[in-house]
T-cell receptor, first 113, second 113 residues
Framework: DSGVTQTPKHLITATGQRVTLRCSPR?????VYWYQQSLDQGLQFLIH???????AKGNILERFSAQQFPDLHSELNLSSLELGDSALYFC????????????FGSGTRLTVV | AQSVTQLDSHVSVSEGTPVLLRCNYS??????LFWYVQHPNKGLQLLLK??????LVKGINGFEAEFKKSETSFHLTKPSAHMSDAAEYFC???????????FGSGTRLLVRP
């Protein structure tokens, strides 16, 4: 157990639907990152939150949004889902910058049918 | 800008023989470099990290990597492969003190009995 908790582990939904992925960071970590892993794109950085504030955006579609709550858990919202959104979505947390390394959760596997 | 190239998409070794996974990086700044491992249906686990201290970095499970600035390389090695080492390995680069990790495309390590 890495200390980063992601729920649900698996999600199957239809095109056009909206889903929410949840992440609880490791205790004491203020930063939360979201990554998407797909066969064709590899691991892509989506977004970074630090203590409730958005700090950086990567290759995140406009249909996707995220937030970090006062208790530091984060949610990634994916809407108007398309088949191509099927992927493994990882959350990671860290206490500071990358020199500390990230701790990854076990991911949420999203299948859009 | 930072980028990382993993030179082999698949590496196959026999149990008990040495492992070499190759990684070259490109960075305009003094980089932080990492190796992560992903076992099937699992999250990403940090193996080791280089953040401008010793050039030879020792990680978990007997792995180590050497930072060679002149060759812009950060190859991962292990003297003797174990069946449990079979997984996908990612070389990762980041600008020191930044928050964004840039992942290589991954190398799948197969270990033959």
């Amino acid at each position: 157990d890495s200390g980063v908790t992601q729920t649900p582990k698996h999600l199957i939904t239809a095109t056009g639907q909206r889903v929410t992925l949840r992440c609880s960071p490791r205790s004491g970590d203020l930063s939360v990152y979201w990554y998407q892993q797909s066969l064709d794109q590899g691991l892509q950085f989506l977004i970074h939150y630090y203590n409730g504030e958005e700090r950086a955006k990567g290759n995140i579609l406009e249909r996707f949004s995220a937030q970090q709550f006062p208790d530091l858990h984060s949610e990634l919202n994916l809407s108007s889902l398309e088949l191509g959104d099927s992927a493994l979505y990882f959350c990671a947390s860290s206490v500071g910058g990358t020199e500390y390394g990230y701790t990854f959760g076990s991911g949420t596997r999203l299948t859009v049918v | 800008a930072q980028s990382v190239t993993q030179l082999d998409s698949h590496v196959s070794v026999s149990e008990g023989t040495p492992v070499l996974l190759r990684c070259n990086y490109s960075s305009s700044y003094s980089p932080s470099l990492f190796w992560y491992v992903q076992h099937p249906n699992k999250g990403l686990q940090l193996l080791l990290k280089y953040t401008s201290a010793a050039t030879l970095v020792k990680g978990i499970n007997g792995f180590e990597a050497e930072f060679k600035k002149s060759e812009t390389s950060f190859h991962l090695t292990k003297p003797s492969a174990h069946m449990s080492d079979a997984a996908e390995y990612f070389c990762v680069v980041s600008k020191y003190s930044s928050y964004k990790l840039i992942f290589g495309s991954g190398t799948r390590l197969l270990v033959r009995p």
